[in-house]
T-cell receptor
Framework: RKEVEQDPGPFNVPEGATVAFNCTYS??????FFWYRQDCRKEPKLLMS???SGNEDGRFTAQLNRASQYISLLIRDSKLSDSATYLC???????????FGTGTSLTVIP | NAGVTQTPKFQVLKTGQSMTLQCAQD?????MYWYRQDPGMGLRLIYY???????DKGEVPNGYNVSRLNKREFSLRLESAAPSQTSVYFC????????????FGSGTQLSVL
């Protein structure tokens, strides 16, 4: 079983739409959680960390449910520039390893 | 600061050839990682080094070796390249705490014919 699973999409949404991505992880010992963004097979870049209480950064909101081992990312008022692949990332303390989901592709349409 | 520097950016090999992918960071980070990315597979961890002088296997280590010669540099070697190793390779480093972000190099596109 994969450590991190994501719906690969693709998600095609109009500008201004709200879109949500989900991610599940299999290891209950997972310690840290992140969403990364990747453009056109360039290097991934951190979008935001995910905290237990949930956190928001502008139009982006991340949620963590440890009981269900589930992470989500909500994007409000989608912009054309949000088009990218969004990667769910989980850190397992043992060995300091980071595991990536396969990514969810988002295209925002004018 | 240059951040994480990977070389080369592109490489074409014939089956059976060997090569080393170089990675260096100038941020005094403790941990370094090598990932490969294939279509539909996401990033998969090949090897990592939690600190200078230590290395450990990740999810897909077969066919690769690594060296962490000093704190700055973490190299990935393919002893006998195979077409299945055609991929995009990313090196990353981590300052210290696992709550911090990974810093990535710009990647190496490797094709094995």
């Amino acid at each position: 079983r994969k450590e991190v699973e994501q719906d690969p999409g693709p998600f095609n949404v109009p500008e201004g739409a709200t879109v949500a991505f989900n991610c599940t992880y299999s290891n209950s010992a997972s310690q840290s959680f992140f969403w990364y963004r990747q453009d056109c097979r360039k290097e991934p870049k951190l979008l935001m960390s995910v905290y237990s209480s949930g956190n928001e950064d502008g139009r982006f909101t991340a949620q963590l449910n440890r009981a269900s081992q589930y992470i989500s990312l909500l994007i409000r008022d989608s912009k054309l520039s949000d088009s990218a692949t969004y990667l769910c990332v989980v850190n397992i303390l043992t060995g300091n390893q980071f595991y990536f989901g396969t990514g969810t592709s988002l295209t925002v349409i004018p | 600061n240059a951040g994480v520097t990977q070389t080369p950016k592109f490489q074409v090999l014939k089956t059976g050839q060997s090569m080393t992918l170089q990675c260096a960071q100038d941020m005094n980070h403790n941990s370094m990682y090598w990932y490969r990315q294939d279509p539909g597979m996401g990033l998969r961890l090949i090897y990592y080094s939690a600190s200078e002088g230590t290395t450990d296997k990740g999810e897909v280590p077969n066919g690769y070796n690594v060296s962490r010669l000093n704190k700055r540099e973490f190299s990935l070697r393919l002893e006998s390249a195979a077409p299945s190793q055609t991929s995009v390779y990313f090196c990353a480093s981590l300052p210290g705490s696992t709550n911090e972000k990974l810093f990535f190099g710009s990647g190496t596109q490797l094709s094995v014919l």
